[in-house]
């Protein structure tokens, strides 16, 4: 089965802090998270690094997934780990530890099938390494970008994102991101300035109210799904550029309406992911329980 | 006319500050929104209390719109003065002074004319007084009640508010209030736990975000309309809850699609209020273009 999607990102085992209960080292990062949800809906190739400690377990469940792994490298040293915890609001994460290590030196290289990818996900990396692949691959259809405060805030990165904004189809931000990337303070002036700088759609994660697209086609808000329990966060945005992603991808149809039904998958899947830790979600999850999810969610936009 | 609806709130003077400029005792109160955005849908009775400094032209601009003013008291004494001001993201505003005057002794006096209305809104007031209300009127169809943190954290006003939850058909928070008044810090379970506390039906208003609804029949976000520009958020919540109870109070229908509807046209009403100072853009507002700024939200929830 030929490529149909591609992700670039970062593989990690992430220590988690909840006021529940702690794990530790368990599998994450954003291809991980990007490629587990989008597998739902088409075959994806994954390019990112791990270390010598990354569990063959974790390899096999992402292939089971039916994901291609040749853009996956295997090097000397450890896998980046990440240690964060969420108060009982379950909002913003608090980092304990960052270890880079063997992402630090990561040079993302896209096996020969991936480049004629029609969908490609440059997920939260170093804005000269998306620049990188954007140069690599044969034009995509659809070229998403996600980034952070991080890139955004230093100069350096900075003006290379925003070198590389014109070339983005979707741009995703969270709230706080696009008012750092904009200059604007409300949520409508940042939504026009960043539609200005490039990018042709745009998506603002917006946590527990949703998220929502802006472009020449209008705007339109996608509500979060009210998870009973939330377990762990990390990975819902992740997750809902997976399903928004995935759904183009698997209909090819990039129509308005198109758009408007992905920002429905996003949804659904970043609220499967945080009902439990890691991408234990999907585990034992059915494409059925998916578009119930989504049919749910449907269901909260309709006025009549 | 029968009065449809009634309001029972506060009349204020407000000093405005924003980073633009600042406006000095300009016309503004819960009960003056409100009363002044239902006027568009419906014949609204108010309730409030003015001192001998409240203009003659505030009275006549509230009676030009229709508004009866027989539950409208004018007392010795200075009417409430509230001074605050917003950053630039016209996010919660600071107050800088709170002079209650007149209505720190308010006692809301309901003319006989207004006791059988089917429409009741309790604008955010004293507890004991909403109850006061409550136990005047004859039976209304629908009552719908707004609070503040004020209320909320206070031992003895929480206790009176939590008494009468269970009359309350539709209650109105904000992000903040339903949390400290559930307990609960993430939005999901506030509002499963806000609904088992009594009120039919929530309403959680949530700024530049729009606002959700939630009660058996499900769960609906109103998108908030991008306004170019923000000139004072002062009132958008009352706004809001009078473009609710408004379109509701019209046609009289109180189906599901009903309350999804007059969602939308709260959330028109607050996009409309807050394009100019206190409640200027109503002056020369036409119900045209109220009906297309609702069809313009209305287009931002259609998924196909």
Redesign the interface.
């Given at each position: 089965m030929t490529v149909n999607m591609v992700v670039v990102g970062s593989i990690a085992l992430d220590t988690i802090k909840t006021f529940r209960e702690t794990r530790e080292r368990i599998l994450g990062g954003s291809a991980t998270f990007f490629s587990t949800v989008a597998s739902f809906f088409t075959k994806v190739g994954m390019v990112g690094v791990a270390g010598r400690d990354f569990d063959n377990k974790h390899i096999a469940f992402l292939r089971e997934r039916g994901i291609d792994m040749s853009g996956f490298e295997q090097v000397e040293g450890k896998t980046f780990h990440w240690a964060g915890g969420y108060?009982?609001?379950?909002g913003d994460a608090t980092t304990h530890t960052t270890e880079l290590n063997v992402f630090e030196t990561f040079d993302p290289k896209l096996p020969e099938s991936y480049k004629n990818a029609p969908f490609l996900f440059l997920a939260n990396i170093h804005p000269a390494l998306q620049k990188k692949v954007i140069e690599i691959v044969n034009k995509p259809r659809l070229i998403a970008l996600d980034t952070m405060n991080f890139w955004i805030t230093n100069p350096q990165t900075h003006s290379i994102l925003i070198s590389i904004l014109p070339h983005i189809d979707v741009l995703f931000v969270n709230r706080q991101e696009a008012?750092l990337l904009s200059g604007e303070?409300?949520?409508?002036?940042a939504?026009?300035k960043l539609l200005e700088m490039g990018p042709k759609r745009l998506v603002v994660k917006?946590g527990?109210?949703?998220a929502?697209t802006?472009s020449k086609d209008?705007?339109?808000?996608a509500?979060?799904f009210?998870?009973?329990e939330?377990v762990d966060p990390t990975g819902a945005g992740d997750s809902f550029g997976g399903g928004f992603m995935g759904a183009l991808a698997e209909k090819g149809d990039l129509s308005p309406?198109s758009y408007?039904?992905a920002m429905?998958y996003g949804s659904a899947m970043g609220s499967i992911t945080v009902e439990d830790f890691s991408i234990d979600s999907y585990r034992t999850m059915t494409r059925g329980h998916i578009d119930d999810r989504f049919a749910k969610i449907?269901?909260?936009?309709?006025?009549?």
């Open positions: 108060g009982e609001d379950f008012a303070r409300t949520l409508a002036r939504v026009r917006l527990e109210l949703g929502m802006a209008g705007w339109f808000f509500p979060a009210p998870c009973a939330i309406a408007r039904k429905l449907m269901e909260m936009t309709k006025v009549a």
